[in-house]
């Protein structure tokens, strides 16, 4: 749907799309419990928590801002390989791994969040790519544009960084 915007469709195609997409999304649902700093890697890949994790990057992106969210939850040592999981024998975090999971939508809805400086689009991008087989959402469009959730759109140079921090890590894993 952004993308067609930022091409200049209609307001009456653009309704026409949505309603096309609405079609095959599903309810996101209730979360069994919330996602906390605490707990954040004990429900990963776990689709059922996929609104407790929304909520929890909604509130980070408000408080923290979307540098300091990304780096805390895409890139940190901490969420990608830590102690705790290699004392305990569980599985690593692997957030980037995740992230860079699912066909890419997480990159693209974390993409067009800065672009058009969405943070709802953004906060739903990050949680999507805990789970491999976790796709898009009805939520894209009954969240991502309430008035709380809508910002300046992030500089270039900004989103340059970003960019060239996805690029450095990108570059540096060997998969």
Known sequence: MLAVYA????????????KNDASYQRPIGKSPAPVSHDNFADHLGDE?????????????LVTKGVDKTLEDYLYSKRVNFNDRAEADGSRQPE?????MSGLMHPIIHVGYGLEFGLLGILAEGI??????????????????????????????SSRNRILTRLSTLAQSLRL
């Open 95 to 99: 957030m980037f791994a995740r992230f």
């Open 7 to 18: 091409m200049g469709a209609s307001g009456k195609l653009l309704h026409e799309g949505y």
């Open 48 to 60: 059922r928590y996929y609104q407790a994790y929304l909520e929890f990057f909604s509130d980070q």
């Open 127 to 156: 949680p999507s790519g805990f789970n491999p087989t976790s796709m898009c959402s009805n939520s894209t469009f009954q969240g991502s544009l309430n008035p709380q959730f809508t910002v300046q759109p992030c500089p270039p």
